[in-house]
């Protein structure tokens, strides 16, 4: 690690905002990043829900669902994502696959659940 990676690797990030433009970190040191969403095309790929599913770690954020890593480094480093093409395509299909495959469980779910039955969903 460089100098400069070495002063900005304890910074940890505080809270996180994915709108459909732009990713917005607040650091615990009082800054806060905001770059865009473009930059990481697994979460402009993301839902709403996949987006608003994430863990702040001692360096950076974790989307499992969209399985994206991001460091504070690299959001102060003014990193884009350095995903190849091919991998973001194969990533592309298979989270169109597993989609489909929730809203067909999901469909599944709702058609056998008792009449009356409200807040069924999990």
């Given amino acids: 690690m460089n100098s400069l990676g070495n002063r900005i690797g304890h910074i940890q990030p505080k809270s996180v905002v994915v709108t459909d433009d732009a990713l917005i970190v607040d650091l615990m040191d009082g800054r806060t990043i905001s770059v865009p969403i473009l930059w990481y095309p697994r979460l402009c790929h993301g839902t709403p829900q996949e987006r608003g599913h994430f863990e702040l770690g001692l360096e950076g954020i974790h989307w499992p669902d969209l399985d994206e890593d ?11 994502s350095g995903e190849s093409p091919h991998s ?32 069924f969903r999990r």
């Fill in 70 to 80: 991001i460091s504070v480094e690299a959001l102060l480093m003014g990193e884009k």
């Fill in 88 to 119: 973001l395509q194969r990533w592309l299909d298979e989270h169109a696959c597993r989609t489909q495959q929730q809203i067909a469980i999901q469909q599944s779910v709702d058609a056998y659940a008792p009449a009356g039955t409200t807040n």
